[in-house]
């Protein structure tokens, strides 16, 4: 799980609004994807199919989310999904990234924007 | 970047403490609270009361400056769900003509700084779910073509020859489409 998405699973600290769309890499089965579909409109949502084209930063780490007999599922961590919200789509996440800033940024978000060369400067 | 760390959190407390004054503008917290009850958005943000009743598309226009998403749905909303606005006897131009793109199958503009390619997939999410206006194009088959459509019709669950084609055009793009890698959301 990607983006928003990965930030609102993760429970972060962070002023969130989410869309009806999931971000997410898959790697399943036609099957398994059509069923994951069937939940997400369960409860409204949407996968989004360009899921698999996001960036995210080779650091990323993948947390488990579910672990199931057939399936698992990992969240990506929330600061490999902030560079990339930083990134990427800077404008659409000038809130949240500054928010962060704000409340005091991880060392790890830090090394990561000086690594991928995030202009942190264009939030403040 | 010349900045120290602790310098830009300083700079970004300000910021981010104009911004959560422009959250608990009712325009605001009326347009969020609209587009929550309808399942549009969700959001943590405090105080926040899913409402019911329209809001005026000056105040949704206004919203969709703090928080993007907003902008990013109202086309679609514009077209699929308007009941959610109050709009106003005349529209704004370039209301205007986001909307006439997206019902007659025209070019999409950008919209108040956002990319049709934001917007644009929005159109089949919102109100009923898959579809977007249809646009009338004619096409010149030949016999054995027609006759093929009439099989698949038969064969596959499509309702009419127009399903049959969509089906395959999916088909097609799906297995031969190379996409160039996009922006997360």
């Known amino acids: 799980m990607l983006g928003q998405s990965a930030l609102w699973a993760a429970g972060v600290d962070l002023t969130l609004t989410v869309t009806q769309d999931l971000d997410a890499y898959g790697d399943y089965e036609w099957a398994v994807q059509k069923e994951l579909e069937r939940l997400l409109a369960e409860n409204g949502k949407v996968l989004d199919p360009h899921g698999n084209e ?15 007999t057939f399936v698992e599922a990992f969240v990506a961590d929330a600061d490999a999904v902030l560079i990339s919200k930083a990134l990427k ?36 | 970047m010349t ?22 503008d009712p325009r ?38 703090v928080e993007p998403r907003i902008m990013e749905l109202l086309p679609a909303v514009l077209v699929k769900k308007p009941r959610l606005l109050r709009l106003p006897k005349e529209l704004p131009e370039d209301v205007a003509e986001v909307m006439h793109a997206i019902r007659h199958g025209k070019p999409a503009p950008s919209f108040r700084g956002v990319p049709p390619e934001q917007y644009l997939p929005w ?25 093929r459509l009439a099989r698949l019709r038969q064969n596959l669950p499509a309702r009419s020859d127009t399903d049959v084609i969509r089906m395959a055009l999916e088909l097609l793009e799906a297995s031969t489409a ?7 959301g």
């Open chain 2, 123 to 147: 159109v089949t999410q919102v109100g009923r779910k898959g579809r977007s206006p249809s646009v009338l194009k004619s096409f010149r088959f030949r016999h054995d073509d027609v006759l």
């Open chain 2, 178 to 184: 190379k996409r160039a890698p996009i922006d997360p």
């Open chain 2, 28 to 65: 605001f917290q009326s347009v969020m609270g609209r587009f929550v009850e309808d399942g549009l958005l969700e959001t943590n943000i405090e105080g926040i009361v899913p409402r019911r009743k329209p809001v005026p598309l000056d105040d949704a226009l206004w919203a969709g400056t």
């Open chain 1, 89 to 124: 789509v800077a404008d659409k996440n000038r809130a949240l990234v500054t928010e962060y800033l704000a409340k005091g940024a991880s060392e790890r978000f830090f090394e990561l924007a000086r690594k991928h060369r995030v202009d942190l400067e264009q939030f403040v």
């Open chain 1, 54 to 68: 996001v960036w995210m930063p080779r650091e990323t780490r993948y947390d488990p989310l579910y672990q199931g």
């Open chain 2, 3 to 24: 900045l120290t760390q602790s310098d830009l959190q300083t700079r970004a407390r300000k910021r981010h403490r104009a911004l959560l004054r422009k959250r608990r």
